[in-house]
């Protein structure tokens, strides 16, 4: 094809065109990849366990780390190396990071590792996470899983967590806690004048969490939590880095 940048050589099996009308074909070009697993009733027994450890973690003293998060308690990161259902859980993860990054076809998925976990806890009103992003030069992607739902009322005791649909958890709670991505375009789409309905123009997400959910995604896609709304919420989530192994 000649244009005015001279010869162009593509691919079309690459990339998947839409038909749109006759002759005409759209091409959804720079697809953000996010992996949800939903580890359901059969990691019931470990989240019970990570929550155990997490309480043994937070009564020590001098144990939260200051990160992202505000008016909340973090940990340092690397407790798989100290409580057995976090290296349980980093084996798991492992797992799915490789269907990840299978899926998007990254070069090389046999030395990549799930490295330095590390805890998080909201409690009440007012608790938040910046925007930030996860790592730099050898961390590929990064993610969330979730060893509880929002504790208020212990509701997720009662529910199946087999009973999941992947579209479910793109909402807001109405009590706070969501996790919200943002397009790495965020700025520059958001200075648009927007269609209403064109998700071309959709400049963040929203995620409710939930327990046994694990979320995987690109490591330079910036993310933050909203404040939780009321004082009796609790809020768990573990967060990691998949990278390259040294
Ligand atoms: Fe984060």
């Not at 980093?90 to 797992?95: D, G, P, S, T």
């Not at 060893?147 to 579209?167: T, Y």
């Not at 700025?187 to 309905?197: E, L, T």
Request: hydrophobic share 35%.
């Amino acid at each position: 094809m000649a244009s005015f940048f001279g010869s162009i050589e593509y691919n079309p099996g690459g990339i998947k065109f839409e038909v749109i009308k006759h002759n005409i074909n759209c091409a959804d070009l720079f697809p953000v990849p996010l992996v949800i697993d939903n580890f359901g009733e059969s990691a019931r027994e470990l989240n019970r366990r990570l929550m155990d450890d997490i309480h043994l973690e937070m009564e020590q003293e001098d144990t939260s780390v200051s990160r992202s998060f505000v008016s909340a308690w973090q940990s340092e990161s690397g407790l798989e190396r100290k409580y057995a259902s976090f290296l349980e859980l980093q084996k798991h993860i492992e797992a799915s990071a490789a269907s990840y990054l299978a899926h998007i076809k990254y070069a090389d998925t046999t030395s990549v590792e799930c490295a330095g976990l590390w805890a998080n806890c909201i409690s009440g009103a007012g608790g938040h996470s910046m925007y930030h992003i996860h790592g730099s030069g050898a961390v590929i992607a990064t993610g969330v899983y979730y060893p509880s739902s929002l504790i208020k009322d212990r509701k997720s005791d009662r529910e199946d967590l087999n009973d999941f649909n992947p579209q479910s958890i793109f909402r807001e709670t109405g009590v706070g806690g969501e996790l919200v991505i943002y397009d790495p375009s965020y700025i520059v789409k958001r200075q648009v004048i927007k269609p209403s309905g064109s998700h071309y123009y959709e400049a963040l997400k929203t995620i409710s969490p939930r327990e046994s959910l694990l979320i995987l995604f690109p490591q330079y896609l910036p993310h933050s939590v909203e404040p939780l709304l009321e004082d009796q919420l609790k809020r768990y989530s573990i967060s990691f880095t998949i990278e390259k192994s040294p």
